[in-house]
């Protein structure tokens, strides 16, 4: 149904139109909160044996929305009701900006890829603080996304992370620190660790400060070269983060006959992706909590990662080709597949396929 939908409606309209009356019709369902509730019991995960914790979260699936969907917290209520154990909300900014000049995201429909310079549009750290207040009609693990704001220079850039952070961290389950957007000029240049350590250590500082400590993740790039990922890896254990986001959208173009610059996301990343974890896994074990994204599209994607080492596993791109009932089928074949291999519970699953490990202490 989702595909002639997909084929005879959604893909003639402008991407960026086709997204913003999905992200309107969510936010109205997240509003009528009888029919809300009704879907999250029809089509949210209820499975005992898919819950899974980290860094003190409960999650009811490791199945979530990645970061860039619902840039303004308006519509996550809904997007938790058709399936998501969790959305990431943002990238969030200190500053409200707008993001760059339309046309900015562009379908690769044959490749089942996506390519976007959205730039961070959004409303900025207050008012999506305001709206994460509100109470909820229906549970749901929220993540939020922090980034830098464009027209702040890059030596001011700590700070910047500091006021969002302030903002934001009290109404978060967890807070991503978010260095890997190719769309920002110089942000992907903050993975650097002598870059990293300061703002890592500063934002760190926020969310230890709080009452309810809010768990702190550094989200990385695809592109990073593999001693890269080793390093920014090693701070983030000797920090005492709470884990990784792997990975990013590329700027790489590997078979993908598009110019269009921007992060490119969906199929083609995936392999990389999987890569970037096993390599993680490698290094850190359990050490931090591995949360896996980048070309994610079926349940078969979702249990290689799990498998690989990761707790918790993120879409976006996919979504755009499979529709609204994605998340759902997901956490149904899930259940599944867990009963079929004899498992009674997601965490039983985490990292059984992962090479014996060979970081520092191996
Ligand atoms: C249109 C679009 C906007 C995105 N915006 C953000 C963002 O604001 N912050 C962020 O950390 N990642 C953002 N991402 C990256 C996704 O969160 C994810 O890391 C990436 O798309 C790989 O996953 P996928 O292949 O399942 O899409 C965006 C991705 C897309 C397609």
Not at 145 to 169: H, M, Q
Not at 210 to 220: A, D, G, H, M, Q
Request: glycine share 8%; aromatic share 4%; charged share 25%.
């Amino acid at each position: 149904m989702y595909r002639v939908v997909f084929s005879q409606v959604l893909q003639r309209l402008d991407a960026e139109d086709a997204h913003r009356a999905t992200v309107r019709a969510l936010a109205a369902i997240s509003r009528v909160r009888p029919l809300n509730r009704a879907i999250h019991r029809r089509l949210a995960p209820h499975d005992p044996a898919l819950r899974v914790s980290a860094f003190g979260v409960h999650f009811p699936s490791p199945f979530g929305l990645a970061a860039g969907f619902d840039k303004n917290a308006v519509c996550f209520e809904a997007l938790a009701a058709f399936g998501f154990g969790h959305v990431e909300v943002g990238t969030v900014t200190a500053h409200a900006q707008p993001g760059n000049a339309r046309p900015r995201l562009f379908r690769l429909p044959a490749q089942r890829a996506v390519i976007n310079r959205m730039g961070f549009n959004n409303d900025g750290a207050a008012k999506v603080a305001r709206r994460l207040a509100r109470v909820r009609g229906v549970p749901v693990v929220v993540g939020v996304n922090i980034g830098k704001t464009k027209v702040v220079p890059e030596s001011r850039a700590v700070a910047d992370y500091v006021a969002s952070a302030r903002a934001l961290a009290d109404r978060a389950d967890y807070l991503v620190v978010n260095v890997s957007s190719p769309n920002t000029p110089g942000l992907r240049d903050l993975q650097a660790v002598e870059r990293l350590r300061p703002l890592l250590t500063a934002v760190r500082e926020v969310t230890e400060s709080l009452p309810r400590r809010t768990p702190l993740l550094v989200k990385i790039a695809p592109d990073l070269a593999d001693e890269d990922v080793d390093a920014v890896a090693d701070l983030a254990v000797e920090l005492g983060l709470d884990g990784i986001i792997a990975t990013n959208t590329t700027i790489r173009r590997d078979g993908v006959p598009s110019t269009e610059a921007g992060g490119l996301s969906g199929r083609p990343l995936k392999e990389r992706s999987l890569e970037v974890l096993r390599r993680l896994y490698a290094r850190v074990g359990d050490r931090l909590t591995l949360v896996s994204v980048g070309g994610v599209e079926d349940v078969d994607d979702v249990w290689e990662r799990l498998l690989a080492g990761a707790t918790l596993v993120q879409g976006y791109t996919a979504m755009v080709y499979e529709g609204p009932l994605w998340a759902a089928r997901i956490n149904r074949a899930l259940s599944r597949r867990l009963r079929l291999h004899g498992h009674s519970s997601i965490q039983e699953v985490i990292g059984k396929t992962a090479p014996a490990r060979t970081g520092r202490d191996a």
